[in-house]
């Protein structure tokens, strides 16, 4: 096994995973899962929207110059 199939195999462990964990899944579940998936991604969409670019830190503002 060349180091590259080591790297795919590592890849594609949890794509196997979830394909194996998918077999078992009633339509209900699958359903239920997606919907969670649409979810997670509406929020982290949100999250990115509404957040600002730049961290403020109100704390450091307040402290003096560390460097005399």
């Known amino acids: 096994m ?3 199939d080591r790297i795919r195999s590592w890849w ?9 964990e998918e077999t078992g899944m009633t339509p209900a579940e699958r359903d ?7 979810g997670r991604k509406d ?5 990115e929207h509404f957040e600002p670019a730049t ?10 110059p560390r460097h005399p």
């Open 55 to 64: 961290s403020v830190d109100f704390e450091s503002d307040s402290e003096p």
């Open 12 to 20: 594609n462990r949890d794509k196997v995973e979830r394909a194996e």
């Open 43 to 47: 929020e982290v969409s949100a999250r």
């Open 32 to 38: 239920h899962a997606e919907e969670d998936f649409e």
């Open 2 to 4: 060349s180091f590259v």
